[in-house]
């Protein structure tokens, strides 16, 4: 790797908090973006991150987020973790609400994913991946405003894979299948691991980016031992 700079866009205390961690232990320089970064001050403390406030649905928010992380250096890794989400029947759904789901889930990937392609396509590496969900593949009764942007984030990763791996760029869609585990959702609770562990999402979402080339993957799915698919 040229560079161990880290973005990850949609900060917060469960699966990018613990993908930072991991980061940190491992020597990447991280770049935190959230709506409000003051609920990051621990975990700033623990990894010596670096934390912009960014509304990932604006470009020149974006655009700004990246250029602090050029300061740190070049960009390695990029992830994206926000998302927008809608509930309801279809008939009551609020329009407004559905188009900031959209804005932030899907329209947020693509212009963070554009802004870390553009780095590096001149650099020539790196690795572009993006948090997705059951809703990515399966629209439930009353989830047309979450299946809506998780969708549209699949198609873009898909798409994207596609155009940048012959140009040496790893983009990856991970299809988080099940509620990830935290102390307010009974990470203790039998039976054992029947929550994902965010540390566990984490290793696998470094070990994707570590992936050889002769061996990539563009899609991951992760689901506990006690989930049914």
């Given at each position: 790797m040229t560079s161990n700079v880290a973005v990850i866009a949609g900060a917060g205390s469960?699966?990018?908090?613990?993908?930072?961690?991991l980061l940190a232990r491992e020597g990447f320089q991280i770049v935190l973006a959230a709506r409000n970064i003051e609920k990051l001050g621990a975990l700033q403390a623990q990894t010596s991150a670096q934390a912009v406030a960014t509304d990932v649905s604006d470009p020149a928010s974006v655009e700004q987020l990246f250029d602090v992380a050029?300061?740190?250096?070049?960009?390695?890794?990029?992830?994206?973790?926000?998302s927008g989400r809608a509930?309801?029947?279809?008939?009551?759904?609020?329009?407004?609400?559905?188009?900031?789901?959209?804005?932030?889930?899907?329209?947020?990937?693509?212009?963070?994913a554009q802004q870390a392609a553009r780095r590096m396509l001149a650099l020539?590496?790196?690795?572009?991946?993006?948090?997705?969900?059951?809703?990515?593949?399966?629209?439930?009764?009353?989830?047309?405003?979450?299946?809506m942007p998780k969708?549209?984030?699949?198609?873009?990763?898909?798409?994207?894979?596609?155009e940048l791996a012959p140009k040496n760029i790893h983009v990856a869609h991970f299809?988080?299948?099940?509620?990830?585990?935290?102390?307010?959702s009974g990470q203790d609770a039998e039976p054992r691991d029947r929550?994902?562990?965010?540390?566990?999402?984490?290793?696998?979402?470094?070990?994707?980016?570590?992936?050889?080339r002769?061996?990539?993957t563009w899609e991951m799915e992760l689901r506990p031992w006690v989930e049914t698919f």
């Amino acid at each position: 790797m040229t560079s161990n700079v880290a973005v990850i866009a949609g900060a917060g205390s469960g699966l990018s908090a613990a993908l930072a961690r991991l980061l940190a232990r491992e020597g990447f320089q991280i770049v935190l973006a959230a709506r409000n970064i003051e609920k990051l001050g621990a975990l700033q403390a623990q990894t010596s991150a670096q934390a912009v406030a960014t509304d990932v649905s604006d470009p020149a928010s974006v655009e700004q987020l990246f250029d602090v992380a050029d300061k740190a250096g070049p960009l390695s890794l990029a992830v994206f973790n926000a998302s927008g989400r809608a509930r309801g029947p279809i008939a009551e759904l609020d329009p407004e609400a559905v188009r900031q789901a959209l804005l932030v889930g899907a329209y947020g990937g693509f212009l963070v994913a554009q802004q870390a392609a553009r780095r590096m396509l001149a650099l020539g590496s790196g690795s572009i991946l993006f948090t997705g969900a059951t809703a990515s593949v399966k629209g439930f009764a009353g989830s047309a405003g979450f299946a809506m942007p998780k969708f549209g984030l699949r198609g873009l990763a898909q798409s994207m894979a596609r155009e940048l791996a012959p140009k040496n760029i790893h983009v990856a869609h991970f299809i988080i299948d099940g509620a990830i585990a935290s102390a307010a959702s009974g990470q203790d609770a039998e039976p054992r691991d029947r929550r994902l562990s965010p540390d566990a999402i984490a290793e696998a979402y470094l070990a994707i980016h570590r992936q050889q080339r002769s061996a990539w993957t563009w899609e991951m799915e992760l689901r506990p031992w006690v989930e049914t698919f």
